[in-house]
T-cell receptor
């Protein structure tokens, strides 16, 4: 079965700092990859997704992620964070196979941006 | 609001009681998912419907849990004889189908078993 590992459970940064959140997955086949964000008191929202094509994908709010197949990684980046980026970030994988295609999530990274 | 809606948003129940949650997916979405999320963890897949057919159930879904989607629209998740370990956020999500399609989440139903 597939699994997702997020290396940093808690990250604290100052505004304008650069961000990189690590995500690795374990599955040998073809996958779709996602980053979701959960702002305090709100539902999960999609930040960006990778299905195929250009491994560098751009999402909302200035976020981007790079799929590196050889490293089974899909790290999330943002060059300059804002206080409003404080949230929980989840990496998820969806395996392309027959039958169900529910997402497998990592445990999340709690990001705190200090003004 | 045309997103995924869930009801109730919060439920406190005594151990041993039954609870039921309802989910209304985004209109025209034929796939509906239930997840469970506990503090400090990511959402965990419970079960999935395509239209009215329940196609997969996680091993997390014990026999006290049952989910239905009778007409392929809204869905219910019932937990019988609740236990304290059932305390969690129950998330519903929907998508329009295809393994690459985006899955949209509702705001969740918080369950506290006392």
């Amino acid at each position: 079965a597939q699994s997702v590992s997020q290396h940093n459970h808690h990250v604290i940064l100052s505004e304008a700092a650069s961000l990189e959140l690590g995500c690795n997955y374990s599955y040998g086949g073809t996958v779709n990859l996602f980053w979701y964000v959960q702002y305090p008191g709100q539902h999960l929202q999609l930040l960006l997704k990778y299905f195929s094509g250009d491994p560098l994908v751009k999402g909302i709010k200035g976020f981007e992620a790079e799929f590196i197949k050889s490293k089974f990684s899909f790290n999330l980046r943002k060059p300059s964070v804002q206080w409003s980026d404080t949230a929980e970030y989840f990496c998820a994988v969806n395996v392309r196979r027959g039958g169900a295609d529910g997402l497998t999530f990592g445990k999340g990274t709690h990001l705190i941006i200090q003004p | 609001d045309t997103g995924v809606s869930q009801d109730p948003r919060h439920k406190i129940t005594k151990r041993g009681q039954n609870v039921t949650f309802r989910c209304d997916p985004i209109s025209e979405h034929n796939r509906l998912y239930w997840y469970r999320q506990t503090l400090g963890q990511g959402p965990e897949f419970l079960t999935y419907f395509q239209n009215e057919a329940q196609l997969e159930k996680s091993r997390l879904l014990s026999d006290r849990f049952s989910a239905e989607r009778p007409k392929g629209s809204f869905s219910t998740l019932e937990i019988q004889r609740t236990e304290q370990g059932d305390s969690a956020m129950y998330l519903c999500a929907s998508s329009s189908g295809g393994s690459g399609n985006t899955i949209y989440f509702g705001e969740g139903s918080w369950l506290t078993v006392v």
